[in-house]
T-cell receptor, first 108, second 115 residues
């Protein structure tokens, strides 16, 4: 099956700093999503981005499908950005495969 | 519009007991799925359904059963609970079952401990 690798595994930022999270995948995909899991465990869908670039406030994402990677940018980080960021890609047969996640801690 | 609702939020079982985790969505979504989350391993797909009466296995289906008798409900049954099933379980749904268009909305999770 498809492999999904996220980097870095852990990231500590000072409030106001910018960061880039990466997601590599082993096969071509028609579906890629980014999720944020807050410290209380809630999972929120940030982006559906099989290709191209999208922006939502301080967050943006870019997927280069031909090179099998996606990037999530967080600008001017806030303590509320802390949590775990997952990327997930869809295998044929309606199966979404998740990476292991990047744990982000933003310090005030 | 409650979205995806999971019950119970917390549960403690003894080895060998059985139980059902409930999942309901009120968005008329075709696709529903169950994941388990273990430390350092992301989320792994247990079972999924592309519509009422249709279910299929994911990556880690052993020890779990599902059924989909209505569009709204997708319960997950643990038949003989084992300590290895201690985990956080998430139910998720999507408006489309079409390949490439599956966009998930998650429930709040059910935290299960098996002693």
């Amino acid at each position: 099956g498809i492999q999904v690798e996220q980097s870095p595994p852990d990231l500590i930022l000072q409030e106001g700093a910018n960061s880039t999270l990466r997601c590599n995948f082993s096969d071509s995909v028609n579906n890629l999503q980014w999720f944020h899991q807050n410290p209380w465990g809630q999972l929120i869908n940030l982006f559906y981005i099989p290709s191209g670039t999208k922006q939502n406030g301080r967050l943006s994402a870019t997927t280069v499908a031909t090179e099998r990677y996606s990037l999530l940018y967080i600008s001017s980080s806030q303590t509320t950005d802390s949590g775990v960021y997952f990327c997930a890609v869809e295998e044929e047969g309606n199966k979404l495969v998740f990476g292991a996640g990047t744990i982000l801690r933003v310090k005030s | 519009n409650a979205g995806v609702t999971q019950t119970p939020e917390f549960q403690v079982l003894k080895t060998g007991q059985s139980m059902t985790l409930q999942c309901a969505q009120d968005m008329n979504h075709e696709y529903m799925s169950w994941y388990r989350q273990d430390p350092g391993m992301g989320l792994r797909l247990i079972h999924y359904s592309v519509g009422a009466g249709i279910t299929d296995q994911g990556e880690v289906p052993n020890g779990y059963n599902v059924s989909r008798s209505t569009t709204e409900d997708f319960p997950l049954r643990l038949l003989l609970a084992a300590p290895s099933q201690t985990s956080v379980y998430f139910c998720a749904s999507s408006p489309s079952r079409l390949y490439g268009a599956n966009v998930l909305t998650f429930g709040a999770g059910s935290r299960l401990t098996v002693l």
